[in-house]
């Protein structure tokens, strides 16, 4: 094939709103989210055979790592909608400008949040949580996890311009990288296996940065290697343009402020469960590992929506978009019944698989039913925002998320802390969040105001 062809074969970056090219964006972010997940899964589920205080202390310094990666994560998601409108257009070098702009940006970010989590972490668990074994535990954790923040924000820098091109499938390849390593190294250095030192929550810390160093080095590697994207421009940093960040600043700022926030007000949730008892929040962590699970897939859809309603846009294909957001609410769904119907078969599989201990994965049963309950809610809402998100319009995206992110904290602490409630009840308030904030989204999007 000559090569100019074979260029148009694999770099078609003009995407079509139908089912089969739905599917061919999102099936490759769907495995490049479960090795994330199956990252905290594999910590919970050896971490649960290291005892509760090291299970609950995983939720705590695990949530507030991933405060902070969604922060990079926001960046990465603003450049992926720019690019993606550049791919609409069909111009290649914009998203080669645009994707270095954004990996010198998230390497600064890097090692602000590196030096936020070595010393500023500590006085914070401290001061928040009142068990003085889970405060030990937690920043036992943070100290050796934060090397991993340089590496997944690469990766996201990655993800964010592969999903632009619509060449998600490098996506899943890394995902295999990183899920292969994390198993085996948390594996020897939690429990002391392959001949490593069993380090317990340490081990877990540094099994889960060593794996994404690996995972950020091969998408490196392979995008060097892959000759074919040359025409893109990466890794030039030779025509750095102030308006190029700026532009980026500009519409992911917005995003930064909802990711804050909205992972903030997580943290924020197993704060208040670690009032109600060390038992309540090692509960909790087990169906926060399995609800994590539960939403990889959904998530695939919603990057995906976030990049394809950009690239709808750029093409001046906007009529298009409501059509695109109802059919991935429509698969969406869809991947969300057969999720619930396959978890009926045997109800505690995945519980099973985080906690060793019998008692604790009946204890965690009445709220798994509530999370798979928010599914459904879940699998509409974040397709809802995300298409809001793609149009360009962030900052409608982040008022929806401070309005229910206030709703949200309100139940919880009302629930928690002030009602001391059972944790099914605490967890309702998932169902909520997500009820509220897809009604918004979607009442935005029918108004088309977002054309203007």
Known sequence: MPPHLRWQFFFNVKVEATYPNIWKISYPIMLGGIAQTILHLTD???????????????????????????????????????????????????????????????????????????????????????????????????????????????????????????????????????????????????????????????????????????????????????????????????????????????????????????????????????????HELAISNVVRATYMVLMTPIWGYSSATNSMVSNLIGQGRSDEVLDLVKKIIKLSLLTTAVICLLNLIQIDFLLALTASDLQLVADALPSYYVVLSAMFVFSIAIVALMAVSGTGKTQVTMYIEIFNIFIYLVLSYIFAVVMKASLPVVWSTEIYYWAIMGLFAWCYLKSNKWKN
């Open 44 to 278: 919970t589920m050896f971490l649960a055979r290291v005892g509760e205080v090291e299970l609950g202390a995983g939720a705590v310094a695990g949530v507030f790592y991933f405060v902070l990666v969604m922060l990079g994560m926001a960046i990465a998601i603003g450049s992926q909608i720019l690019m993606s409108r550049k791919a609409g257009e069909g111009n290649k070098k914009e998203i080669g400008f645009l994707f270095d702009h954004c990996t010198l940006i998230l390497w600064s970010m890097s090692i602000v949040l590196f030096l936020l989590m070595q010393f500023g972490a500590p006085a914070l668990f401290r001061s928040m949580l009142q068990s003085e074994d889970v405060q030990q535990a937690s920043v036992d954790f943070i100290k050796y996890r934060s090397y991993g923040i340089f590496f997944i924000l690469t990766t996201h820098a990655f993800r964010s311009f592969y999903t632009s091109v619509s060449q998600t499938r490098i996506i899943s390849y890394s995902a295999i990288v990183l899920t292969g390593s994390n198993v085996i190294l948390a594996y020897g250095m939690i429990l002391g296996k392959f001949g490593f030192q069993a380090e317990g929550i340490v081990g877990a810390g540094k099994a889960s940065a060593i794996s994404e160093c690996i995972a950020a080095l091969y998408l490196i590697v392979y995008t060097i290697l892959k000759k074919d994207i040359n025409e893109f421009g990466l890794f030039k940093f030779s025509e750095l343009r102030q308006e190029k960040v700026k532009s980026i600043i500009s519409i992911s700022s917005p995003i930064v402020l909802q990711n804050l926030l909205s992972m903030g007000a997580w943290f924020l949730f197993f704060v208040f469960i670690e009032r109600i008892g060390q």
